[in-house]
């Protein structure tokens, strides 16, 4: 007698192979994700902070956000962009609708970088801890330099 199919116990072990090895990679494809946000979001922070820096040291002042970068930022949750915004008001690095990272300048080049109010973003609160250094005050003129 000639086989010429598979008999159902082969097909259910080649289906509980392929539950297990999908029960393992879709966790990690995860895992990937949050990751790839983590570093978007990290690096995002490092490239404003250095932008704002080149800015002011350029122009000898900071007066509107879009002059100093091109890193997408929100004043809150509902405004797209902070387009035209002066530099004295606080922006926002978003995770989705998750404030990660404030950022509030002054015109004379003084910029505070400092947490955002979620604490509970997965994304919001790793990149907070890897970019402790980084959140603090940055002063980029100062009172002795003449120009």
């Known amino acids: 007698m000639k086989k010429n199919a598979f008999t159902m116990?082969?097909?259910?072990?080649?289906?509980?192979?392929?539950?297990?090895?999908?029960?393992?990679?879709?966790?990690?494809?995860?895992?990937?994700?949050?990751?790839?946000?983590?570093?978007?979001m990290a690096t995002n922070l490092t490239v404003l902070i250095s932008d704002i820096g080149s800015n002011y040291t350029a122009n000898g002042i900071l007066d509107k956000w879009t002059d100093a970068t091109n890193v997408q930022t929100k004043t809150d949750a509902t405004t797209n962009t902070a387009d035209t915004v002066v530099v004295t008001t606080p922006i926002y690095l978003y995770n989705g609708t998750n404030q990660c990272i404030k950022f509030v300048s002054t015109l004379d080049g003084n910029l505070t970088v400092s947490a955002g109010t979620n604490t509970t973003d997965t994304v919001c609160k790793t990149v907070q801890a890897m970019q402790a250094n980084s959140l603090k005050s940055h002063i980029f003129g100062g009172t002795t330099v003449v120009y």
Not at 16 to 31: E, H, Q, R, W
């Open 9 to 40: 116990i082969e097909l259910i072990f080649v289906i509980v192979i392929l539950g297990i090895l999908a029960a393992v990679a879709i966790p990690k494809l995860s895992a990937t994700r949050t990751d790839a946000n983590v570093a978007k």
